[in-house]
T-cell receptor, first 112, second 109 residues
Framework: NAGVTQTPKFRILKIGQSMTLQCTQD?????MYWYRQDPGMGLKLIYY???????DKGEVPNGYNVSRSTTEDFPLRLELAAPSQTSVYFC???????????FGEGSRLTVL | GEDVEQSLFLSVREGDSSVINCTYT??????LYWYKQEPGAGLQLLTY?????DMKQDQRLTVLLNKKDKHLSLRIADTQTGDSAIYFC?????????FGSGTKLNVKP
């Protein structure tokens, strides 16, 4: 099993550009999450989803959008990229809302 | 969001015990977790404790939970150089996982 797969692993964007970080999981998990990790700041929740068709904001949703049209996929969209969005982004999934979180390997995004 | 707090750094010698501390905010958290992150990788679950327990032991790992003070600790016995990583505590509140800032453990040979 592949687990949680994120693409791309690295990306450099110019200010104002848009892009989508892809996340897919093959474990049939209902719960999926997007986090960003900044040095010394831990992980901050951007958006999460409890099932296909359902998404909700986390702690830091501004500047991002998500969709969940299938159980497997949970893409994160950045519109009008800003330097403050330079970070490492992690997608994670869980079978239930209190169970083990399985993480992808991360996507390092730099906005210049 | 919720505030889960940890100290940022810990340095120990190989063979010593390491103790990583965490304070969390929400007394209704049903589970509390410890995750490990190695360089360039995502987080992996190390261990967890149910909120009605005071202690959990798993081989070299001991988790202590003080609900009154909302304090969680992770003790690693006989710390090895392979234990060098960042350790995160986390709580879950209504399906959302909140993480601390992470403690970077450096193990000196």
């Amino acid at each position: 099993n592949a687990g949680v797969t994120q693409t791309p692993k690295f990306r450099i964007l110019k200010i104002g550009q848009s892009m989508t970080l892809q996340c897919t999981q093959d474990m049939n998990h209902n719960y999926m999450y997007w986090y960003r990790q900044d040095p010394g700041m831990g992980l901050k929740l951007i958006y999460y989803s409890v099932g296909a068709g359902i998404t909700d904001k986390g702690e830091v949703p501004n500047g991002y959008n998500v969709s969940r049209s299938t159980t497997e996929d949970f893409p994160l969209r950045l519109e009008l990229a800003a330097p403050s969005q330079t970070s490492v982004y992690f997608c994670a999934s869980s079978y239930e809302g209190t169970g083990e979180l399985f993480f992808g390997e991360g996507s390092r995004l730099t906005v210049l | 969001g919720e505030d889960v707090e940890q100290s940022l750094f810990l340095s120990v010698r190989e063979g010593d015990s390491s103790v990583i501390n965490c304070t969390y905010t929400d007394s209704s958290s049903t589970y509390l977790y410890w995750y490990k992150q190695e360089p360039g990788a995502g987080l992996q679950l190390l261990t967890y404790i149910f909120s009605n327990m005071d202690m959990k032991q798993d081989q070299r790992l001991t988790v202590l939970l003080n609900k009154k003070d909302k304090h969680l600790s992770l003790r690693i016995a006989d710390t090895q150089t392979g234990d060098s990583a960042i350790y995160f505590c986390a709580e879950v509140i209504i399906n959302k996982f909140y993480f601390g800032s992470g403690t970077k453990l450096n193990v000196k040979p």
